[in-house]
């Protein structure tokens, strides 16, 4: 007769704490992390290497850099901990694989994961603020922080309010945090920096709504009244296809009036692409508006997420000095 194995409490111990992290990971949905971070640090080395008196240089800016940047992830992960939460009973519909609804992280781990996540943001926004004397910052994380509470928590909940829901997510990730970023280098008063902020937030205006055609189904079934559910899948798309396109055309138009202060081609160039992409992506999602509704993660979505990535690594390019790059390279070898 075989001997029965059971695996010691030290094993169980272990295996659960591993699956209770697994679970904690996935509610921060870190693939999502990365656009919020690279848009922070992106804006504070546009702002760095933008027109302007900077107060940190060197190593002290680097400093700021990695703490703001941390913060816009941190600050992130809050919000999305935080719309599962009050987004349970849909997601049990949408997205039952999400550790809420499978029963990785409880209603109290969750709370608590949003709580810490967005007060360690709020510290090191203040912490940054206080290295920079640009109080404007920590202003900024709080109003963004505001604004995702707005977003899923009654009775504000703006996700149920139609173009308000858009508004509700383009301020804080589009123009908001780019303004935060630029703050780590210098004033949140600033023309350049809030040109950038509207380029971003008008073109979150439409690309949030690429994510609510997969979500029909539980969001209607629970009165989430998003612009697919509103008024169809075919309506919504034509509805939000204007600003997943011509918001680009305001970089080449803020590089040639002097708003914007980076290489003038590098720039030009920036727009012309980001309104090529931006067109590609609206028609596929006019093309065949009801396919967005099948599928979570439609191409036309993850081309929306990669041009929100090209488009902040685009403004790194179009504003450090061509002779940053060699010298660089000399000190490295």
Known sequence: MSATYFPSDEIVSRYRGRRALAGYLRLARP???????????????????????????GADFLTVLLLGTLAAALLNAASNSLNQIYDLDIDRINKPGRPLCTGEVSITGAWLFTVVTAMAALVLAAVVSTLTHHWGTLALFVAAALFSAAYSVPPARMKARGWWANLTVALPRGTLLKVA?????????????????LV????????????????????????????????????????????IVLPFLLIPLGA?????????????????ICTLWGAHIAARILSDPESLTSTENHPAWR?????????????VFAYVPYDFYGNLIRKLT
Do not use: C, N
């Open 256 to 272: 040639l009036t002097g708003v914007l202060t980076g290489h003038l081609v590098d720039l030009v160039m920036l727009g012309v």
């Open 303 to 315: 081309h929306m997420y990669y041009l929100m990535l090209f488009i902040q690594v685009g403004f």
């Open 200 to 243: 971003m937030g008008l073109f979150l205006v439409g690309a949030t709504t690429t994510k609510d055609f997969a979500d029909v189904r539980g969001d209607a079934a629970y009165g989430v009244k998003t612009l697919p559910v509103a008024h169809g899948a075919a309506k919504a798309a034509k509805m939000v296809a204007p600003f």
């Open 31 to 57: 693939f999502t992390l990365l656009a919020p971070a690279l848009g922070m640090a992106s804006g504070g080395i546009v702002g760095y290497f933008a027109e302007g008196p900077k107060p940190l240089h």
């Open 181 to 197: 970023g630029w703050t780590l280098a210098q004033s949140l008063l600033s023309w350049e920096a809030w040109f950038i902020g």
